[in-house]
């Protein structure tokens, strides 16, 4: 079902600038940590990759444009805006309005991320009624329908399941499903396949691409698998210790020109590889601005 | 509060405590704190240094410590605190309120109830050092052999273990001490009797973890012979555990302790056992509160220093333990 | 599926089967391989020879000690437990008179510990390190280092003697004794049976000090468990999901993260409802509670072995079986389990 596009298109659906989360220091004394610092980017109904290694900032973008980092972490910004709405200014209880309906966020491990006691059909159907009023018999057919949006053969049998009698890639479907079915206008994918087969998860990628263009959705795409971003989105971002180092179109990462990015295509295997050793990452703080 | 790991934490710290100190004490520390021990006896004593100081940082840990210090000193320099004898008689000051002549009041042959919760501290210290000097060891080496031998032994003695776990530990100790007669010393062997499981658990699943380590094999191969290997190398490495579960087990203890003297089957009169003397304050509880309450509180801080000096033990030697 | 059933009842049952027997060789061991003589206990020393003989032979004590197990486990697999020396009337009967006022106590505590505990438990558990946290942590650590007797005894200072909110001593006041039919032995039950709000109220007041005693030491073991399992639960990622989907905080907590712990809180909550019979020994004595608990310590003082034997019996066994059910409700309630 194609969503119709508002007037502006070209309005940009997240605008963040200077984003800065922070975690309080090994003892009461210590400076605070910033694991992310001074982040901006914009962006519109596309899809943003966001690159980089454990430990780069990457997850807590992610979870800061939620808000769901909690004390004693903050997150402060110069603007941190939605859609036009000022997300920092929003009280609690509006962001949950937020949440799931317009701005949804899809993580790593279904095993762990999916509620190990409630059906699949019952997890997903609570992220309909928190935002919109159904009778059961519309939410059970909306439950059927996203599960076979994405891609689930039987879908009254699987909703019925728990989520450790299902595999790891169709509870990441499940996972998909459960955060699609309220039609947000922007998803976060926290590298969402890193903990699927390998054989897996072009499929599931495959699927959040096709579900995202079909519903003209906006796509932050967060991986450390820097080829796998560049085949999914449009734009990338490469972060590194907090900042971002690098940002390109996807078609042009080839021409990267910070030297942590050249650093991190270099380290990947060709197909048809002629060097004897891969060059080792050198980490040194003239890599962050 | 959560604590994390703390093991890692110990290591050279670069803060300012050191720098007003004698060069002498940061030689030591730095001896203490070398990543590379050149003895087993430096790295034992580092290891030492290491955790006393993760528990030091721990302020509820600290109090317990000092209560349990505070124990132990009361029991070793009681007939120098206690101001009066525990048992001398004065019947012409029976019951008398607390005051600056009788700390805690007189009781109802006029003794110094001071005194006697003093003098009762040995009493206490001296079950519950028992106890756990009987029934810890007991468990330890039915739990190893249980876990190092593995098939119709393990499942013999865990069957014994978990059959004694599933009794009730206070009515036992009470019917055997019915059966043996009152009196200080039934009362520890009744205790122990029931207090040994839990380490038999604690020292099996510790003994299963590194069973098929390749160390044990090493030894086999050497012709080392199982009681050799038990003694030596596998018991030590149970005793963290253990420590803090002897540590946590001894408020319970104490309090079984007290029971069986409330109900007159520990230690005997006229000894100042704090069961006891609650039990013979049960008649003037209305009207001379102390008589009954003192050695309550007593009871109460000394099991609450054991129960905190545990927690934090627990915290240092086993980080990974849910946070309970 | 059902065949699975039928093997895992009957391996619960040889489970309690043994325990029980092992229990039952306790019992044995300390009733006849311990310094009393057994016969002395019932003939009296002023005995002559001739009746000590006889009352042996009568007790079954010539026979060998296996023999005497078999024959004990026998008597009381048929609920003959002796006769109390103290009360002279058939142990058996005298248990079961008095064990509906210790289930009565203890039925009541668990409800409080349990009404109270859990919530504070998860009260503490997502405040966790602030100061509710820690004043429910103190507060359940005193329920470690209290001891209940002396409880008791400062209770019933305080709030009978002191302050006259609660009743004193004994289950009831004593001219409203035995007014109502004992159709359960449970006087609340049997009073609204009757119809008898005066007895019911009286009993009411003079359960509410023990109940509230024995209630505080659940509560502290329920509290610290609660709070344990919920601590786990809320590091646990789905929360994070539940929170994405906008689900409001209060649900997050009470309807994801406590879900998973409602199962293993029934194992708790087992473990506390035996661990109070037999904490109400102690309580039973400071409040003259006509319950089994004070059977037992007064056939402990009169050297009533029979008596003792017998209580210890049965309170065991009622252990073994809340244990044992508490652990087989676990595994059959978990849904992770049954696949």
Known sequence: MMREMPDGATDDLLRVQNLVVSFPGATRAAERIEVVRGLSFTLARERLGIVGESGSGKSMTGRAILRLIRAPGRVAATRLQFDGIDLLALPERGMRKLRGARLSMIMQDPTFSLHPIMSVGRQIGESLSLHESLSRRERKQRVRAMLEAVRIDDPDRVAKLYPHEISGGMGQRVMIAMMLIARPDLLIADEPTS??????????????????????????????????????????????????????????????????????????????????????????????? | MRKTGMRKTGMRKTGTSTASKPAGWRAWRAWLLDDSPGSRGQADAGRAYRLTAALLRNPLAVVGALIVLGLVLTAAFAPWIAPASPIGQDLSNRLMPPSSAHWMGTDELGRNIFSRVVHGARITLTIVALVAVISAPLGLIIGAVSGYFGSWVDR????????????????????????????????????????????????????????????????????????????????????????????????????????????GLGAQPPLPEWGAMISRGRAFILDQWWVATMPGIAIIVVSLGFCLLGDGLRDVLDPKHDDA | ???????????????????????????????????????????????????????????????????????????????????????????????????????????????????????????????????????????????????????????????????????????????????VDPVTGLLLVDSLLAGDTEVFASALHHLALPALILGFFSLAYIARMTRSFMLDQLAQEYVITARVKGVAEWRVIWQHAFRPIRVPLITVIGLSYAGLLEGSVMIETVFSWPGIGNYLTVALLNADMNAVLGATLVIGAVF?????????????????SRT
């Open chain 1, 195 to 289: 903990a699927l087969d390998v054989s897996v998860q072009a499929s599931v990628l495959q699927l959040i691409d096709d579900l995202v263009t079909e519903r003209g959705m906006g796509l932050v795409l967060i991986s450390h698998d820097l080829s796998l971003v560049a085949r999914f989105c449009d734009r990338i971002l490469v972060m590194h210790r907090g900042q971002v180092v690098e940002t390109c179109i996807a078609s042009e990462l080839h021409r990267a020109r910070h030297p942590y990015t050249q650093a991190l295509l270099a380290a990947v295997p060709r197909l048809h590889e002629t060097r004897d050793t891969l060059p080792v990452l050198e980490r040194d703080d003239r890599m962050s601005t």
């Open chain 2, 156 to 263: 013999v003695l865990m069957g014994l273990t978990d059959m004694f776990l599933s009794l009730p530990k206070l009515i036992l100790a009470l019917a055997f001490v019915a059966a043996l007669g009152p009196g200080i010393e039934n009362a520890i062997i009744a205790i122990a009797i029931t207090a040994w499981p839990p380490y038999a658990r604690i020292a099996r699943a510790e003994t299963l973890t590194f069973r098929q380590a390749e160390f044990i094999s090493a030894m086999r191969l050497l012709g080392a012979t199982h009681t050799r290997i038990i003694i030596r190398h596998v018991l030590p490495l149970c005793t963290s555990s253990l420590i803090v579960r002897a540590t946590l087990d001894m408020a319970g203890i104490i309090l079984t302790a007290a029971g069986l003297g409330f109900l």
């Open chain 3, 1 to 179: 599926m059902a065949v699975r059933w039928v093997k895992d009842i009957s391996a619960f049952a040889l489970i309690v089967a043994l325990t029980f027997l092992g229990l039952l060789a306790i019992t044995f061991f300390i009733g006849r391989v311990v310094p009393i003589d057994p016969v002395l206990a019932v003939v009296g020393d002023r005995a002559t020879q001739a009746q000590y003989e006889a009352a042996r032979i009568a007790m079954g004590l010539d026979r060998s000690l296996p023999v005497q197990f078999v024959d004990y486990v026998l008597n009381v697999l048929q609920g003959e437990l002796g006769r109390s020396v103290s009360t002279n009337r058939l142990v058996t009967t005298d248990l079961l008179r008095v064990f509906p006022a210790t289930l009565e106590m203890a039925t009541l505590g668990i409800l409080i510990g349990v009404l109270l505990g859990v919530p504070m438990g998860v009260l503490a558990a997502v405040h966790q390190g602030r100061a509710v946290d820690q004043l429910i942590r103190l507060f359940a650590l005193l329920g470690y280092a209290v001891p209940a007797f002396w409880l008791g005894l400062v209770g019933l200072a305080v709030f009978y003697a002191g302050l006259g909110w609660a009743a004193g001593p004994g289950r009831i006041d004593v001219f409203l004794d035995g007014l």
């Open chain 3, 320 to 336: 073994i079986l809340i244990n044992r059910v508490s652990d087989l409700l676990y595994r059959v309630l978990d849904p992770r």
